[in-house]
């Protein structure tokens, strides 16, 4: 396989300088800020009493149609995108043979992620998402999108007690 063949993820975007180039450059600052103060600029969610880095539906569609279709999965993912305040980034999906397709949306504020049993009607699909983007709705997008009998969703907080004791 050459080069030019390999998926490469975050390709021509722009980013500041690294953890490692900071400490390299012997600027490494660490500073403590309340992870409570809400004028932080870093994404976290504070909701609750709770500070997480984000939060993560497992998102399992039942009964679905269409499941095989690589457009179709694009044209959901870019929909989610849109009704949840999202930053699209990148989308990359493979078809299988005889059936089935895995995919990502790489956003901004994390990812969408997909694999379908199109020969069932299922499909698992993943909404990580920070910030201010609203993941949940994400759900009525994929139910209408696929036309699923049934919906079943989880919640979880990503790093929940965790941020809060690392800033």
């Known amino acids: 396989m050459d080069d030019g063949s390999l998926f490469r993820l975050g390709i021509d975007l722009e980013t500041g300088a690294t953890h490692e180039e900071a400490r390299e450059s012997g600027h490494?600052?660490?500073i403590t800020r309340d992870v409570f103060d809400e004028t932080r600029d870093d994404h976290f969610i504070r909701r609750d009493g709770k500070v997480f880095a984000g939060t993560h539906l497992i998102i399992e569609v039942v009964d679905a149609d269409g499941l095989d279709d690589e457009?179709?999965?694009?044209n959901a993912f870019?929909?989610?995108v849109d009704q949840c305040g999202a930053t699209l980034l990148h989308i990359h999906t493979h078809?299988?043979?005889p059936q089935g397709v895995s995919g990502v949306a790489v956003l901004a504020e994390s990812?969408?992620?997909v694999h379908?049993?199109?020969e069932?009607?299922?499909g698992a699909f993943d909404v990580f998402m920070c910030g201010d983007a609203q993941p949940w709705k994400a759900v009525e997008v994929l139910r209408e999108a696929f036309d699923a009998g049934e919906v079943r969703v989880r919640e979880l907080l990503r790093g929940e007690e965790v941020v809060a004791g690392r800033l």
């Open 28 to 30: 490494e600052a660490v």
């Open 71 to 74: 457009d179709r999965i694009q």
């Open 78 to 80: 870019r929909a989610c």
């Open 95 to 97: 078809k299988f043979s």
């Open 111 to 113: 990812h969408i992620s």
């Open 116 to 118: 379908t049993w199109p």
């Open 120 to 122: 069932i009607g299922y």
